[in-house]
T-cell receptor, first 114, second 111 residues
């Protein structure tokens, strides 16, 4: 069964510093990959997605992610974070053969300090 | 403001109560989902409806009963819940591969 691993449960960082949130998935089959953000007391908002094509995907709020098939990774990066980026970030994967299922990681809490 | 609306936002219910969660999407999507979000656990997919037909039931206890009367509305009927069912319940919808759109969730507390 498909699974997603987010190795860091919390990532503290100072404002304007770069950040990388790590995500690895288990399946060797073709997948679609997503990053979502959840602000306190809110639902999930799509940051970016990889379906095909260029392995570097740009999303909203200055975030980007790179799909690495050999390492089964889809790490999220931002070159300079802002206080407002403080939130929970979820990586998710969907098998191309079963796009009804979106499987999530446990999330990474990004805490940006002034 | 999202295209997926969930009501109520907060719900406190006793273990003998019966209540329902409602989800409505205005995006013209053909698939709708219920997810459960508990502290320190991954989001758990509970139910999937595609064109109003249930295509997935992820071993969810029968005290949770979904209903999808049309492609825009999804309900989750609750009865005789347990305290461990307290969680954030998220509804989502999707169309092809455009990504899943989520509602803001219903925070459920079972007392």
């Amino acid at each position: 069964a498909q699974s997603v691993t987010q190795l860091d449960s919390q990532v503290p960082v100072f404002e304007e510093a770069p950040v990388e949130l790590r995500c690895n998935y288990s399946s060797s089959v073709s997948v679609y990959l997503f990053w979502y953000v959840q602000y306190p007391n809110q639902g999930l908002q799509l940051l970016l997605k990889y379906l095909s094509g260029s392995t570097l995907v740009k999303g909203i709020n200055g975030f980007e992610a790179e799909f690495n098939k050999s390492q089964t990774s889809f790490h999220l990066r931002k070159p300079s974070v802002h206080i407002s980026d403080t939130a929970e970030y979820f990586c998710a994967v969907s098998d191309r053969s079963n796009t009804d299922k979106l499987i999530f990681g446990t999330g990474t809490r990004l805490q940006v300090f002034p | 403001e999202t295209g997926v609306t969930q009501t109520p936002r907060h719900l406190v219910m006793g273990m003998t109560n019966k209540k329902s969660l409602k989800c409505e999407q205005h995006l013209g999507h053909n698939a709708m989902y219920w997810y459960k979000q508990s502290a320190k656990k991954p989001l758990e997919l509970m139910f999937v409806y595609n064109f109003k037909e249930q295509t997935e039931n992820n071993s969810v206890p029968s005290r949770f009963s979904p209903e999808c009367p049309n492609s825009s509305h999804l309900f989750l009927h609750l009865h005789t819940l347990q305290p461990e069912d307290s969680a954030l319940y998220l509804c989502a919808s999707s169309q092809d591969l455009q990504g899943w759109d989520f509602g803001q969730g219903t925070r459920l507390t079972v007392v």
